[in-house]
């Protein structure tokens, strides 16, 4: 088993301005998503992120406030999932409720550091 | 990873968090920031939806949203305050301890007086109450009521206006105030619930949101022992009650189906049991509202085991009482349509020709009129009149109705329309 990272970009209906309706039935079907995975024993850990923050380059010199991209681009959260490998690991992405708002998911090999 | 529990959020639970916050917020900073505290709202609950499935349904998600809420409306007055350089007493409030006001049922009802207070228009306080207490989108008003969202977001706009003109600080009304207060807060449910009630071609769904929402604004105030009385108890009969029928008025192909065919076994029996229960805590009055009166319409509808059962004289005998307090072209239409059921086609067409001016633009009454001519065998005027029924009818659902009725008068020679 190798784990992968799902790094969610946009996808969260930000720009259509959902109703608390939409909002709410997007969040549900969010969580059944994870819990699936969480119940075929494919998920790992993963945390949602805030859209603000700070760029810092330079040591610190130049700083500047996100967002960091074009709006849908935002990295919007993450997860770690256990995975054979890369195939199969996209394969579970397939279902993934970002992409009811055009958001995308980049899948990602961890290293690992076993030889 | 914890597991997301979809169990723990009702139906509809960000829309009612929603209107709640909302209140809560406007009673705390004045209804002048009105739109600042809608944007703060939406963004806890658009917070709300991207970090919950990752860790789980907060225990006590109401005070998540509200705390995030206020920071979030905290954080825009100082951005806002900063921008104009001058102090804004709410603004400059500490964030440290938040506390979420102990009755919270309270503010929602302070804002259901606020936007169906007589000084506001009666549709702005029917949008203003879908937008701000029942945390309907512009589009979902949009939907309700079949404009496009341009439209509902300028009629938006103009209620919004309006309500912070003329209400400044949300509040109760005292005993005395009650009185001429309440009323316009049962007509602007009555209203909420006949637009979503009303058959159409459109949105099914969201008019049967539109229904449930009137229904638990009543039920909002229902709760309050004050408000507690035999109009309210009457409206919230006379809206169960039709709303056990809601489903059976279209067939599966979208077909209307007129209560003589409805399989009343379908009805809903959840709504019914309600209906007759809020029905005989109604019925103690000595002076009788309309909403009783039509209630008890509804009443002798459902109670019935079989449409030929049902009670005409008792029905008569409401509709003329009604028309007295609360003469209308429709409640007419609708008193005439059970004067049939008693007197016949011949008197009735009598009574028909008798109200013709102010009925002319009425489809409704162009329908029933050939629905009596054509049981009287007068087959060329009844086509005639469906004609015009055609000409002024709006809604899809009746239009089909009408020509199945016109095709099925001309027999199957083919009728260009």
């Given at each position: 088993m190798k784990k992968y990272l799902y790094l969610f970009r946009g996808g969260d209906g930000r720009n259509v301005n959902q109703s608390p309706q939409q909002m709410q039935e997007h969040m549900e079907k969010w969580g059944v998503w994870m819990n699936g995975l969480n119940e075929k024993g494919i998920l790992d850990s993963g945390l949602p992120l805030a859209n603000e923050g700070k760029v810092v380059a330079k040591k610190g010199q130049d700083i500047t406030d996100g967002p960091f991209a074009e709006g849908a681009e935002i990295v919007g959260g993450y997860l770690i999932v256990n995975a054979k490998n890369l195939e199969e690991a996209t394969n579970f992405s397939k279902e993934c409720p970002i992409f009811e708002y055009e958001g995308t998911v980049e899948v990602r090999e961890i290293s690992s550091m076993e030889m | 990873m914890p597991n997301f529990d979809t169990q723990?959020?009702?139906?509809?639970?960000?829309?009612?968090?929603?209107?709640?916050?909302?209140?809560?917020?406007?009673?705390?900073?004045?209804?002048?920031?009105?739109?600042?505290?809608?944007?703060?709202?939406?963004?806890?609950?658009?917070?709300?939806?991207?970090?919950?499935?990752?860790?789980?349904?907060?225990?006590?998600?109401?005070?998540?949203?509200?705390?995030?809420?206020?920071?979030?409306?905290?954080?825009?007055?100082?951005?806002?305050?900063?921008?104009?350089?001058?102090?804004?007493?709410?603004?400059?409030?500490?964030t440290g301890e938040i506390k979420i006001p102990d009755l919270i049922e309270d503010e929602e009802l302070k804002m259901v007086f606020a936007c169906c207070n007589p000084l506001i228009k009666e549709k702005n306080s029917i949008i203003l109450s879908l937008k701000l207490i029942g945390g309907f989108s512009v589009t979902e008003i949009a939907r309700a009521f079949m404009m496009n969202e341009e439209a509902a977001k300028k009629a938006l706009q103009r209620a919004r206006k309006e309500f912070k003109e003329k209400i400044k600080n949300l509040a109760l009304p005292?005993?005395?105030?009650?009185?001429?207060?309440l009323p316009r807060v049962l007509k602007v449910i009555y209203l909420m619930f006949n637009e979503g009630y009303k058959a159409s071609d459109g949105d099914e769904l969201i008019k049967e949101d539109l229904c449930g929402e009137a229904l638990r604004l009543s039920l909002i105030l229902i709760e309050k022992e004050e408000l507690a009385t035999d109009s309210l108890y009457a409206l919230i009969s006379l809206i169960c009650f039709k709303a056990a029928r809601f489903e059976c008025r279209t067939d599966m192909e979208g077909n209307l189906v007129t209560m003589e065919n409805q399989d009343r076994s379908k009805y809903n029996s959840e709504y019914l049991k309600w209906g007759f229960f809020y029905f005989s805590k109604a019925g103690s009055q000595s002076k009788r509202s309309a909403y009783f009166l039509e209630a008890a319409i509804e009443y002798y509808y459902n109670s019935a085991t079989a449409y030929s059962s049902i009670r005409w004289d008792k029905?008569?005998?409401?509709?003329?009482?009604?028309?007295?307090?609360?003469?209308?072209?429709?409640?007419?239409?609708?008193?005439?349509?059970?004067?049939?059921?008693?007197?016949?086609?011949?008197?009735?067409?009598e009574a028909l020709k008798k109200a013709q001016p102010q009925f002319q633009e009425n489809h409704l009454y162009h329908t029933f009129k050939a629905e009596i001519l054509q049981e009287l065998n007068e087959l060329a005027k009844a086509k005639e009149h469906l004609h015009l029924a055609l000409n002024l009818v709006k809604n899809n659902i009746e239009r089909k109705y009408l020509r199945q009725k016109l095709h099925s008068i001309s027999g199957n020679n083919s009728i260009s329309l």
């Amino acid at each position: 088993m190798k784990k992968y990272l799902y790094l969610f970009r946009g996808g969260d209906g930000r720009n259509v301005n959902q109703s608390p309706q939409q909002m709410q039935e997007h969040m549900e079907k969010w969580g059944v998503w994870m819990n699936g995975l969480n119940e075929k024993g494919i998920l790992d850990s993963g945390l949602p992120l805030a859209n603000e923050g700070k760029v810092v380059a330079k040591k610190g010199q130049d700083i500047t406030d996100g967002p960091f991209a074009e709006g849908a681009e935002i990295v919007g959260g993450y997860l770690i999932v256990n995975a054979k490998n890369l195939e199969e690991a996209t394969n579970f992405s397939k279902e993934c409720p970002i992409f009811e708002y055009e958001g995308t998911v980049e899948v990602r090999e961890i290293s690992s550091m076993e030889m | 990873m914890p597991n997301f529990d979809t169990q723990k959020i009702l139906d509809h639970y960000f829309r009612r968090e929603y209107g709640k916050t909302v209140a809560m917020l406007l009673s705390r900073f004045g209804s002048d920031k009105l739109e600042l505290v809608e944007d703060a709202v939406q963004e806890a609950l658009f917070k709300a939806m991207k970090s919950w499935p990752y860790q789980k349904v907060p225990d006590k998600p109401e005070a998540w949203i509200y705390r995030t809420s206020y920071n979030q409306l905290i954080d825009t007055l100082r951005k806002e305050e900063r921008r104009n350089k001058h102090t804004d007493k709410s603004s400059s409030e500490p964030t440290g301890e938040i506390k979420i006001p102990d009755l919270i049922e309270d503010e929602e009802l302070k804002m259901v007086f606020a936007c169906c207070n007589p000084l506001i228009k009666e549709k702005n306080s029917i949008i203003l109450s879908l937008k701000l207490i029942g945390g309907f989108s512009v589009t979902e008003i949009a939907r309700a009521f079949m404009m496009n969202e341009e439209a509902a977001k300028k009629a938006l706009q103009r209620a919004r206006k309006e309500f912070k003109e003329k209400i400044k600080n949300l509040a109760l009304p005292t005993d005395f105030q009650l009185k001429e207060k309440l009323p316009r807060v049962l007509k602007v449910i009555y209203l909420m619930f006949n637009e979503g009630y009303k058959a159409s071609d459109g949105d099914e769904l969201i008019k049967e949101d539109l229904c449930g929402e009137a229904l638990r604004l009543s039920l909002i105030l229902i709760e309050k022992e004050e408000l507690a009385t035999d109009s309210l108890y009457a409206l919230i009969s006379l809206i169960c009650f039709k709303a056990a029928r809601f489903e059976c008025r279209t067939d599966m192909e979208g077909n209307l189906v007129t209560m003589e065919n409805q399989d009343r076994s379908k009805y809903n029996s959840e709504y019914l049991k309600w209906g007759f229960f809020y029905f005989s805590k109604a019925g103690s009055q000595s002076k009788r509202s309309a909403y009783f009166l039509e209630a008890a319409i509804e009443y002798y509808y459902n109670s019935a085991t079989a449409y030929s059962s049902i009670r005409w004289d008792k029905q008569l005998a409401l509709h003329i009482e009604l028309q007295k307090i609360k003469p209308s072209v429709n409640g007419y239409l609708h008193f005439l349509i059970v004067y049939h059921k008693i007197e016949g086609a011949t008197k009735t067409l009598e009574a028909l020709k008798k109200a013709q001016p102010q009925f002319q633009e009425n489809h409704l009454y162009h329908t029933f009129k050939a629905e009596i001519l054509q049981e009287l065998n007068e087959l060329a005027k009844a086509k005639e009149h469906l004609h015009l029924a055609l000409n002024l009818v709006k809604n899809n659902i009746e239009r089909k109705y009408l020509r199945q009725k016109l095709h099925s008068i001309s027999g199957n020679n083919s009728i260009s329309l």
